[in-house]
């Protein structure tokens, strides 16, 4: 009797605690949800798997609840047996869909998934068959099995006396959940890194708990740790991975830089290919009201465009990256609908934005960037995202080839940049000629060797330094090593009679500009008929009077003049005669011309008439054999030049080049 009455409290008390348990764990998902719908984390299909992990962790619970009250009741009748049925029947369908459920949860927030986990264009493979939809398929087993309960009790039974039994099936849901968080937890560790720390902790917390209850209730059946463990876990989660703030962009409410650079290189890691819309250089064009103008609230028109972006993309697919930048990540898209959006976004600009009741124009430029093809991380990303786009290029959608260009341009940029005070630039030297084949003089040509994109041509980064407003320094370089060369005294006597510096013409138009080059020449005590100039016939068409006055100081000073690249342009031939140029290089698309058609020998012919008529000397580029050379010689040339003799070569092959031929 005693002993009965023992047992009895001794249940009584595993009741009274398996309750409070159970009513701990409901309220804790319950605040959780209510927490989550206050905060309005519902949108991405993260929040909503965590929606529902809570919603069948309170079922959990509730079932919990009711089975515990009416065993502790036990009253004989029919009820109790419906509830307890009913209750048991809704836990095991709702716990078993819990670790799956986890294991979709993980794979969102490492960005391994980005839509629903079924995504059957993506099985190619048999593999990825059994890897991805077996599992699923096991759970719908499993829940067939707990459906057919009532008929199998291949899962529980109770007998007549309302005694809870386990069957086989059980163990199964054990085996299965244990499998899917094994699943979850393997996929936690692969991307480790990618997982900020209050991120991980928070997720193995969450495991730590979960597995506590699973073992305590395994050990005991009577003890209902599980659910209140696991919505303690949960509530570790709603705190550190699904409160995003450190994500967000409070003003514009999108995500961040930082949000982004996590989630390109977390979906790298997973091997997500995607297409980045980058919608950047968002600023204001004109408004109808000038006296808005400095009025207006930027940042509402920020807010307003990334909410109509939000209409383009789920809102959890787009990040503020800076100032007047967006970027738009699209999974799984097909190019053609990448680049509609793309084109509706670059139209909707065409309209104004209306703050205040004002209308406001705006600009912007949408670039396409394929992940990982033109962009292989985030880093790149980020460059092209804010890297200089030259006015020229602009387009309002720019993709794949532009794309390529715009980044080298820019990497160009970079590279010129620093490239002064790396010493990147070296001046090659280039021999001239009689037509006799003796040495006449050399062109100094600037090379560039980057310690990041390696040599880089004049062709690319001239134009680049003439746009940054670099080409003075540039060249006032060139200029010191050729004097410098030149003070050495052996190329003269060699028998180079004067080494050409390249000149931009921008650099010509500037004030004092003469007076400074003659400065730098008498500081290396150089006679100035060692030093000619080229400018090229194309630059020489803007301004000519006044490059006429530099051309005519210079030349008073001693130095000589060469028109370069005649023959290229459609510039006024008599302005260009008259700006006293001592010898006409005549471009080498005319020499290589004249040998291509009858046409281009007409025109190769009628070019040297022409400057002979006009008392300039001639010197042909890109002189290349000698059936050139017996052309060029029968027309009257006058100087030689071209990989014939050399190519451009270092200063000191220079060197030597000169030193073998004129002791030949
Ligand atoms: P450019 O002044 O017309 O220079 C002649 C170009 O033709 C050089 O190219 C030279 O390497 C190339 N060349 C010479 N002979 C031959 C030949 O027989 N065959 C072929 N295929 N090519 C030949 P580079 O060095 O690439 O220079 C390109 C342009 O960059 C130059 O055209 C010049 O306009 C500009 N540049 C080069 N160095 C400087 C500089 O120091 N300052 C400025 N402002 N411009 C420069
Ligand atoms: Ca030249
Ligand atoms: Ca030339």
């Known amino acids: 009797m005693i002993e009965l009455y023992e047992k009895g409290y001794i249940m009584i008390q595993y009741h009274a605690l398996s309750l409070g348990l159970s009513i701990a764990a409901l309220l804790l998902c319950v605040s959780d949800l209510i927490f989550t719908l206050m905060d309005k984390r519902t949108g991405k299909p993260q929040n909503r798997v965590y929606i529902a992990i809570m919603l069948l962790l309170s ?71 059994v890897t991805q939809v077996l599992p699923d398929i096991s759970v719908l087993v499993m829940e067939v099995i707990i459906l057919l309960n009532p008929f199998l009790h291949w899962t529980w039974y109770y007998d007549e006396n309302l005694v809870f039994h386990r069957a086989w099936g059980e163990f199964l849901i054990y085996i299965q959940a244990a499998l899917w968080i094994v699943a979850s937890f393997i996929l936690t560790m692969r991307s480790w890194n990618i997982l900020s720390k209050n991120r991980k902790n928070s997720i193995l917390f969450c495991y730590f708990l979960a597995v506590l209850g699973l073992v305590v209730q395994l050990f005991d059946a009577r003890i209902y740790a599980e659910v209140l463990m696991e919505a303690i876990g949960f509530t570790g989660v709603l705190m550190y991975v699904e409160n995003e703030d450190d994500r967000r962009d409070v003003e514009l409410d999108v995500y961040n830089r930082a949000a982004f650079v996590l989630d390109i290189s977390s979906a790298l890691k997973n091997k997500l290919s995607m297409r980045v819309l980058i919608v950047r250089d968002i600023h204001f064009e004109r408004t109808e009201n000038p006296v808005l103008l400095g009025k207006v609230d930027s940042s509402a028109l920020g807010f307003q465009v990334a909410e109509y972006l939000g209409t383009k993309i789920p809102k959890y697919y787009i990040y503020a990256l800076g100032h007047g930048i967006f970027a738009l990540v699209l999974y799984d898209q097909p190019e053609e609908s990448v680049r509609t959006i793309a084109q509706e976004i670059a139209k909707r600009f065409e309209q104004p934005w209306t703050v205040d009741g004002e209308d406001i124009y705006l600009t ?191 030349k008073s000073a001693g130095f000589m003049f060469y028109i370069d690249d005649f023959g290229t342009g459609y510039s006024n031939i008599s302005a260009l005669f008259s700006l006293g140029a001592d010898v006409i290089k005549i471009d080498k698309s005319v020499l290589w011309g004249a040998q291509t058609d009858s046409i281009g020998m007409v025109l190769l012919e009628g070019t040297m008439r022409m400057v002979k008529e006009m008392h300039k000397k001639t010197l042909a580029e890109g002189v290349e054999t000698e059936e050139q050379i017996a052309l060029l010689k029968r027309l009257g040339c006058d100087y030689l030049q071209g990989y014939y003799f050399s190519k451009p070569v270092s200063r000191s092959e220079f060197l030597e080049v000169i030193g073998a031929k004129a002791t030949e």
């Open 59 to 129: 079922l959990n619970a509730g079932c919990g609840m009711a089975t515990l009250l009416t065993e502790g009741i036990r009253p004989e009748a029919e009820l109790a047996r419906s509830v307890l049925e009913i209750s048991r029947y809704i836990y095991f369908l709702t716990h078993t869909l819990l670790a799956p459920a986890f294991f979709y949860y993980i794979s969102f927030v490492v960005g391994r998934s980005y839509n629903w986990g079924i995504n059957f264009r993506n099985r190619k493979s048999m593999l990825s068959f």
């Open 364 to 554: 912007a430029s949408v670039l396409i960037v394929d992940v990982p093809e033109r962009a292989h991380d985030a880093d790149d990303l980020l460059y092209i995202a804010e890297c200089p786009i030259p006015e020229t290029a602009v387009k309002p959608v720019m993709e794949g080839e532009d794309l390529g260009w715009i980044i080298r341009h820019a990497a160009v940029e970079e590279a010129v940049t620093r490239g002064l005070s790396e010493g990147s630039f070296e001046v090659y030297y280039q021999p001239t000629y009689h037509t006799d084949c003796s040495l006449y003089g050399a062109e100094a040509l600037l090379r560039m060797k980057d310690r990041k994109l390696g040599t880089i041509y004049p062709d690319e980064f001239i134009p680049v330094s003439e746009q940054l407003g670099l080409i003075d320094e540039i060249d006032e370089f060139v200029l010191e090593q050729v004097c410098g060369l030149l003070a050495t005294g052996v190329p003269q006597k060699q028998g180079v009679g004067h080494i050409n510096v390249n000149l931009s013409v921008l650099e010509c138009m500037k004030e004092g500009f003469a007076d400074h080059i003659i400065e730098i020449v008498e500081g290396y005590g150089i006679e100035k008929h060692h030093i000619s100039f080229e400018i090229t016939e194309s630059v020489a068409a803007t301004d000519y009077r006044h490059l006429e006055e530099v051309i005519e100081k210079l």
